[in-house]
């Protein structure tokens, strides 16, 4: 079992930058590659980050592309999201994944997760 624990949302006006965390329990966390998803209202959940499991690797979401970074520090079991440049269409709440090591290419498609967290909300005002 691995326990997510996402925090770091909050309210932030457009143009602003937030970095939300993931910290991991329980298995190994180099073990996994790990993502970040996000849920906007009255929208379906959606992929936005993936990192394999040494961090070397990272892919985004179209949308995200340029302005959002992920990134992971194994040795204390966090996954982070560094969003810059935020717009209203980032208001969400954004979910931790982790699946395992070998399913890092698949990521993006939610049947790769085993774990996920309970969300944070991040909230953009214009």
């Known amino acids: 079992q691995v326990q997510l624990v996402e925090s770091g949302g909050g309210l932030v006006q457009a143009g602003d930058s937030l970095r939300v965390s993931c910290a991991a329990s329980?298995?190994?966390?180099?073990?996994?590659?790990m993502g970040w998803f996000r849920q906007a209202p009255g929208k379906e959940r959606e992929f936005v980050a993936a990192?394999?499991?040494?961090?070397?690797?990272?892919y985004y979401a179209d949308s995200v592309k340029g302005r959002f970074t992920i990134s992971r520090d194994n040795e204390n079991s966090t996954l982070y999201l560094q969003m810059d440049s935020l717009n209203v269409e980032d208001t969400a709440v954004y979910y931790c994944?982790?699946?395992?090591?070998?399913?890092?290419?698949?990521?993006?498609?939610?049947?790769?997760?085993?774990?996920w967290g309970k969300g944070t909300l991040v909230t953009v005002s214009s």
């Open positions: 990192i394999n499991w040494s961090g070397m690797y990272t």
């Open positions: 329980g298995r190994t966390f180099s073990g996994y590659a």
């Open positions: 994944a982790a699946a395992d090591w070998s399913e890092y290419d698949v990521m993006a498609a939610e049947y790769a997760v085993d774990y």
